[in-house]
């Protein structure tokens, strides 16, 4: 049996693919990914992108702006951001979604969105999940535990539940909707909740980079 099993609800709202794998209405057109330290100058934003010499000038945008003041920390003149636009002819981004602005973490040594399909956390208690075609992966800041097999229905308002069979244990929801860590102040695009043997956490998720079926 496969790990990742799709539920009935998954036919009723396909996972629309473009470029990378979304979620139904996250994303429109083909815009590409990219991810690096996001600056503030006197000019606008600049993105250095992770892995690469590049330096991309942004356009101006008001989404982004709002997202910066939000997350970034006083005096902080550079942030992780990882985000979605298009690249004009001119080598400037248009930024279409912000997925995560992060002045916690591991910024550009973090793959955690490579090796998954979507991935969510919360640090009032540390717990992080990963689902990826091997399964449903959690951490609960001590220990991480091995991949179980889980059912993935997604909904046709865009929300996402994952749950390992037959008895639900572990039970993973992803809302299309804006979240900011209170702890971190940390910005993602998805609100989650977690309940592991009926106890619930909430926390915040992002879009990962594996395709899904």
Same mark, same amino acid.
């Given at each position: 049996?496969?790990? %990742? =099993?799709?539920?009935? @609800? @998954? *036919?009723?709202?396909?996972?629309?693919? +473009?470029?990378?794998?979304?979620? $139904?209405?996250?994303?429109? !057109?083909?815009?590409?990914?990219?991810?690096?330290?996001?600056? =503030? &100058?006197?000019? !606008?934003?600049?993105?250095?992108?992770?892995?690469?010499?590049?330096?991309?000038?942004?356009?101006?945008?008001?989404?982004?702006? #709002?997202?910066?003041?939000?997350?970034?920390?006083?005096?902080?003149?550079? %942030?992780? &951001?990882?985000?979605? #636009?298009?690249?004009?002819?001119? !080598?400037?981004?248009?930024?279409? $979604?912000?997925?995560?602005?992060? +002045?916690?973490?591991?910024?550009?040594?973090?793959?955690?969105?490579?090796?998954? $399909?979507?991935?969510?956390?919360?640090?009032?208690?540390?717990?992080? %999940?990963?689902?990826?075609?091997?399964?449903?992966?959690? +951490?609960?800041?001590?220990?991480?535990?091995?991949?179980?097999?889980?059912?993935?229905?997604?909904?046709?308002?865009?929300?996402?539940?994952?749950? &390992?069979?037959?008895?639900?244990?572990?039970? *993973?929801?992803?809302?299309?909707?804006?979240?900011?860590?209170?702890? &971190?102040?940390?910005?993602?695009?998805?609100?989650?909740?977690?309940?592991?043997?009926?106890?619930?956490?909430?926390?915040? #998720?992002? $879009?990962?980079?594996? %395709? @899904?079926?």
């Amino acid at each position: 049996m496969s790990p %990742i =099993r799709w539920g009935r @609800a @998954a *036919l009723l709202a396909p996972v629309l693919l +473009s470029g990378c794998s979304v979620m $139904q209405g996250f994303w429109s !057109g083909e815009p590409q990914r990219v991810t690096g330290l996001l600056e =503030r &100058t006197t000019d !606008g934003f600049v993105l250095r992108e992770c892995g690469s010499e590049r330096v991309m000038t942004l356009t101006e945008s008001q989404m982004l702006d #709002g997202i910066y003041q939000l997350a970034s920390q006083p005096g902080q003149i550079a %942030i992780f &951001t990882d985000l979605t #636009g298009e690249i004009d002819r001119h !080598g400037r981004l248009h930024p279409e $979604q912000v997925l995560r602005m992060q +002045s916690h973490g591991r910024g550009c040594s973090d793959d955690s969105a490579n090796s998954a $399909q979507w991935v969510a956390l919360g640090y009032q208690p540390a717990w992080q %999940i990963w689902l990826s075609p091997a399964g449903l992966v959690r +951490s609960d800041g001590n220990l991480t535990y091995p991949a179980r097999s889980v059912v993935i229905e997604q909904l046709p308002d865009g929300a996402l539940n994952a749950a &390992t069979p037959p008895d639900h244990q572990v039970e *993973l929801w992803l809302y299309p909707q804006a979240c900011q860590d209170p702890v &971190t102040g940390d910005y993602f695009h998805l609100r989650a909740t977690l309940t592991v043997n009926g106890e619930q956490q909430r926390g915040c #998720g992002y $879009q990962g980079a594996i %395709i @899904a079926p």
